[in-house]
């Protein structure tokens, strides 16, 4: 079995074992390419017809590209989509101004409203673990208490495939179906599923987006790759150092660590 | 082409040398970004402190807790033939529950073990470890060769304490390397301070573990994980654990023994698939109602007996202890759940020394092990954890909390263990 189809088969148990435990069950969709991939590996988990509503989290702020894809995938893929959006602070005139604060209410508190809106007892997520330094701690199954908060230091063990379906008070289960995924992997996997992708995601006058958000909050990197392949081709022989080059500043950084505290994913 | 990756989990006793170890091969395979080396020169300088390759791994992880975004470095690096994931353990006792947690993600295992200090407590738990997990590929590696002047009669002295030891659990290292971490002998490159050793550097002893292949010659097992209805169509969803699974054949699902005809092997858009092998997930198209969850797909001719009754070692996991007299547990093995109970506690043994403990009141305290008799509500299906890992190992909960991980040592209750599965 290849590496991708070894990674592939991993991650649809997980999701199987997810659908299997949990009656109100989501998969959070932010159209990026690590969560297009999650909703695929749920379409193939299930034969073709994902059996939860998959939430996209709107701060009004996204790239018109990132709406028309989740439209165009929701029509072909026939999802149940949810759409979770704080008008009360759009109203107010919340935006990206100050960005923590903005986060927090468009993102954060969007999310633990429709959580307890539609009482979801666990979320499927496309995190993985290279992507953060401190998601190398993270579980497949990875309880949040009443407070969205995550005790890491005391977490349960996960033992060949077990995992603790639930803890006795906390609010949800975050289930990562592609934590052992790497960022090159996501690419290869796309070009040998023919994945479509966000547009945005390759170069356009010798700039291209790495990861997606907010049109305010986003900024493209320098890169050539206007294909898959090119992609592919570009972390592959970058250097280690390049790709870390790319990484946030260090005030951004900051206001991810302050972000996790207050609950974002 | 995707190159080979190889996951390792890296043990030892604490102070060892695991941080030096990890900094030195990420230094010395070029997998440190640029710059970052000079930004922590700077750091160790402005905090007053001499650089050592330790630091720059308490320097990532200082990162790593402040939340700030680093690279994937300090758990990804290449040697010239594969990619390599480091599973970091720590090293002290209160953390065994990551450390095993980490360990059953492994192909392979790295133990550590200081020239200069010798053979201590948690290089013996965590050798326990390994050989609970199955895993049978153990890179030996004796560092802080500098301290001890490179000697060669110290190197001896230390391999056969440690050599005496993994040989009561059965394990026989694939390879045993004297290093110098924080010097870099031995480790990518060869040391010309031990002209006494002539085998491998630690990176080319990395190069020689082999990737475990799926246990595709073991028995068919196929145990169900759920059933969803497809078009019309009920399918049988589970992932092949063992064995190869073809269509038309007949499978018995245990317990139970229904016999049912495969009709059809399904992935989302390949339906008619001729087999599937251990290791994939599939969805069966059976001639009769669907099994439900936990029942085991088993070829006619060669279905185990199911039992409720079987010998298996564990590894209690939780500060709680077990109490015989606290409550009933659940036992998880695959797909399979049952309410279960320890009958007997036939032994009790000290994970750290390896040493029989006093077993009279039945209790278990963290990382304690126990040689115990099993009993379930209901019969189910296993295997020797010797014969198929996969239906050989399994967890304990109490309520919704796995305590404990175990192994399947007799499928029988009352059968004499077998020579090998005993610590002698
Ligand atoms: N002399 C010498 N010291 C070493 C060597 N490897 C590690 N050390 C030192 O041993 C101490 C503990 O090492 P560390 O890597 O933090 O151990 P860990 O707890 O296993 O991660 C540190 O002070 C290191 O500098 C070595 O090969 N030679």
Known sequence: MDHLTELENKSIYIIRESYNQFDKIAALWSVGKDSTTLIWLCMKAFFGQVPFPVVYIDTSFHFQEMYDFRDYCVDRWDLDLIVARNDQALAAGMGPENKLECCTALKTQALKDCIAQYGFEALLLGIRRDEHGIRAKERYFSPRDQKFQWDYENQPPELWDQYSARADEETHIRVHPLLHWREVDIWRYIQREGLEVVPLYFAADGMRYRSLGCQSCCAPVASEAATVDEIIAEIETSSIAERAGRAQDKEDAYTMQKLRALGYM | ?424
């Open chain 2, 1 to 424: 082409m995707q190159p080979e990756s190889l996951s390792f989990v890296l043990v030892g006793h604490v102070d060892h040398g695991k941080s030096t170890l990890i900094g030195r091969l990420l230094h010395d395979t070029n997998s440190l970004p640029d710059g970052k080396m000079e930004e922590i020169q700077e750091a160790a300088r402005a905090e007053g402190r001499e650089l050592e390759f330790g630091y720059i791994v308490d320097h990532l992880r200082e990162e790593r807790e402040r939340g700030v975004t680093i690279d994937t470095a300090q758990t990804f690096f290449s040697s010239d033939t594969r990619d390599y994931v480091i599973i970091d353990a720590p090293g002290h006792k209160q953390f065994i529950k990551n450390m095993i947690t980490g360990a059953s993600q492994a192909e392979a295992a790295v133990l550590i073990c200081s020239a200069a200090e010798g053979v201590q407590e948690q290089t013996r738990r965590h050798a326990y470890v390994i050989h609970m997990l199955g895993l049978d590929q153990v890179l030996v590696l004796y560092n802080k060769m500098d301290m001890v002047d490179y000697s060669e009669e110290r190197f001896r002295e230390v391999r056969r304490e440690l050599r005496e030891f993994l040989a009561r659990l059965g394990i026989r290292p694939t390879l045993e390397v004297p290093i110098s971490a924080s010097r870099g002998d031995n480790v990518a490159t060869r040391s010309l301070n031990m002209p006494w050793y002539d085998g491998p550097t630690a990176l080319t002893a990395l190069d020689k573990f082999r990737k475990i292949p799926p246990a595709t010659e073991k028995a068919l097992r196929f145990p169900v994980q759920d059933v969803y209805h497809v078009d019309g169509v009920e399918l049988t969803a589970g992932r092949v654990e063992s064995g190869i699974l073809r269509k038309g054949q007949t499978l018995r699902f245990m317990p139970g023994g229904r016999a049912l005809a495969v009709k059809e092997i399904r992935q989302y858009l390949s339906e008619g698939l001729p087999q599937a092998e251990a290791g994939e997930c599939v969805g069966l198209a059976l001639d009769g109602d669907a099994p439900r969850r936990g029942r085991v797909g088993c070829p006619a001719d060669d279905a185990p007996q199911p039992t409720r009754r079987f010998q298996a070692t564990i590894f209690w996991l939780s500060p709680l202890p077990f109490e015989p007299d606290r409550g009933e547990l659940t036992f998880k093995c695959a797909t399979q759940e049952e309410p279960c109970r320890i009958a007997a506690l036939r032994r009790r043994i000290d994970s750290g020394t390896l040493e029989s403990l006093d077993a009279e009141d039945g209790r278990l305290m963290e990382t304690e092990v126990g040689e115990v008799l099993l009993e379930t509500d209901e019969p189910v299906v296993l295997e020797s954890f010797y014969d198929v890992q996969e239906l050989g190992r399994f967890v304990l909960l109490r309520g919704h909390d796995v305590v404990a991980g175990g192994i399947v040592t007799h499928t029988a209750g009352d059968a004499a263990p077998a020579h090998h599965e005993t610590i002698s």
